[in-house]
């Protein structure tokens, strides 16, 4: 058994595929029409066709189920371009307590998508306000170890 992706089903495929390769920078690496694979293994399917695969026409959007999760190491450059663009907030962006900064936002079909900061990134941003490892590692509520690998890998 292997995990290939995640599914999502769209009213409107170029709508949908447009938003996705603008606003987040993925590209199509499958194209069936109905189903266009994106680079990462996310896979939208027109809603029409998945409800016809599934055999049932219960299925509705949204429903706010879960959300699609990214990370981006130059969060306010991700911030700052995605002003561009007429996004409709889940929330503004904020700092979660361990101090990783996220937004989420809504697609067209008002799938939530989550971008948060690498936690690497964190990590790099509390060191470089003077914090020490293990300072970081209480601030984060992370292992020392995970602070300290992270920086070896720079």
Same mark, same amino acid.
């Given at each position: !058994?292997? #995990?290939? =992706?995640? %599914?999502?089903?769209?009213?409107? +495929?170029?709508?949908s595929r @447009?938003?996705?390769? *603008?606003v987040l920078g +993925?590209?199509? $690496?499958?194209?069936?029409g109905a189903n266009v694979t994106l *680079?990462? =293994?996310?896979? !939208? @399917?027109? !809603? *029409?066709?998945?409800k016809s695969f599934i055999r049932t026409d219960k299925a509705v959007l949204p429903n706010y189920a879960g959300e699609l999760y990214f990370e981006e190491e130059d969060l306010d450059a991700f911030l700052e371009n995605l002003k561009q663009f007429d996004i409709c907030y889940v929330h503004p962006p904020f700092?979660? /307590?361990w101090g990783q900064r $996220?937004? /989420?936002? #809504?697609d067209p079909d008002m799938h939530i998508i989550e971008v948060g900061e690498k936690l690497d990134a964190v990590? /790099? /941003?509390? !060191?470089? @306000?003077? %914090?020490?490892?293990?300072e970081t590692a209480v601030r984060m509520d992370?292992? $020392?170890? #995970?602070?300290?690998a992270c920086l070896n890998k720079e």
């Open positions: !058994m292997k #995990y290939t =992706g995640t %599914l999502i089903a769209v009213t409107d +495929m170029e709508k @447009q938003f996705y390769h *603008d +993925m590209k199509a $690496v499958a194209d069936f *680079d990462g =293994g996310l896979v !939208m @399917q027109t !809603m *029409d066709t998945w700092e979660h /307590r $996220v937004v /989420r936002f #809504y990590i /790099r /941003r509390f !060191m470089e @306000q003077g %914090l020490s490892a293990e992370i292992p $020392v170890d #995970y602070v300290t």
